[in-house]
């Protein structure tokens, strides 16, 4: 891999209702305006070649993966990677982003949602899948996952010392280019960052 163009599935129907979904059996999929945001990623695409895409599980990632490669869709290899699933929020799923919230002030990265996975082992689990992608044999890949573990990415690659900021809030659809150099310096920091205390 050169280069991986990176980004958030398009706003999707719960992110509309405001809905923690980290089961992908139970996504709905995009919402009008995401289908327009991953259109418009693929504008912002249109002038590379890409030669392989990586998504998550969840429909609304798959659904901005084929809308932001158009025409291109069915000729460029996809894998399907559960490793760059939404987080594991165990017995919140379906609940309120306040809820979420609620749930996680006062606690560590390696506090477990109930029934579900700690930050920490997400952030582990998503550097696995970058380090994949990193042995791909393709130049240029686009991989479409989630809000998580771009801003873990893209925090680490800058060099932060957390993996929640600067960048917090990461806009749908919207690209963000790695090169290897810059995926393997984010990797090994993301495992520093979330290694177990």
Same mark, same amino acid.
């Given at each position: 891999? #050169?280069?991986?163009?990176?980004? #958030?599935?398009?706003?999707?129907? =719960?992110?509309?209702?405001?809905?923690?979904?980290?089961?992908?059996?139970?996504?709905?999929?995009?919402?009008?305006? %995401?289908? $327009? $945001?991953?259109? %418009?990623?693929? !504008?912002? +695409?249109?002038?590379?070649?890409?030669?392989?895409?990586? *998504?998550?599980? =969840?429909?609304?990632?798959?659904?901005?993966?084929?809308?932001?490669? %158009?025409?291109?869709?069915?000729? *460029?290899?996809?894998?399907?990677?559960?490793?760059?699933?939404? +987080?594991? *929020?165990?017995?919140?799923?379906?609940?309120?982003?306040?809820?979420?919230?609620?749930?996680?002030?006062?606690? !560590? @990265?390696?506090? /477990? =949602?109930?029934?579900? $996975?700690?930050?920490?082992? !997400?952030?582990?689990?998503?550097?696995?899948?970058?380090? #994949?992608?990193?042995? @791909?044999?393709?130049?240029?890949?686009?991989? +479409?996952?989630?809000?998580?573990? *771009? #801003?873990?990415?893209?925090?680490?690659?800058?060099? !932060?010392?957390?993996?929640?900021?600067?960048?917090?809030?990461?806009?749908?659809?919207?690209?963000?280019? =790695?090169?290897?150099?810059?995926?393997?310096?984010? +990797?090994?920091?993301?495992?520093?960052?979330? /290694?177990?205390?």
């Amino acid at each position: 891999m #050169r280069l991986l163009v990176l980004a #958030r599935h398009g706003l999707s129907l =719960f992110n509309v209702d405001g809905v923690v979904n980290g089961d992908p059996a139970r996504d709905r999929g995009l919402a009008p305006l %995401g289908i $327009e $945001e991953a259109r %418009g990623l693929a !504008s912002q +695409i249109a002038a590379l070649a890409i030669d392989g895409c990586a *998504v998550s599980t =969840f429909p609304r990632a798959q659904q901005t993966a084929r809308l932001a490669l %158009g025409a291109r869709a069915d000729s *460029v290899p996809t894998t399907v990677d559960p490793d760059l699933d939404d +987080i594991r *929020v165990g017995d919140l799923e379906g609940g309120t982003l306040a809820d979420y919230r609620a749930w996680k002030h006062g606690r !560590s @990265r390696d506090d /477990s =949602f109930p029934g579900g $996975e700690s930050l920490n082992a !997400s952030a582990r689990r998503y550097a696995d899948a970058y380090e #994949r992608l990193l042995t @791909r044999p393709e130049n240029t890949i686009l991989c +479409i996952c989630h809000e998580v573990p *771009v #801003r873990y990415a893209v925090n680490a690659a800058a060099g !932060s010392g957390e993996l929640d900021g600067p960048l917090h809030d990461v806009a749908n659809a919207t690209p963000y280019l =790695f090169d290897a150099e810059a995926l393997s310096s984010a +990797i090994a920091r993301m495992r520093g960052l979330a /290694s177990t205390t």
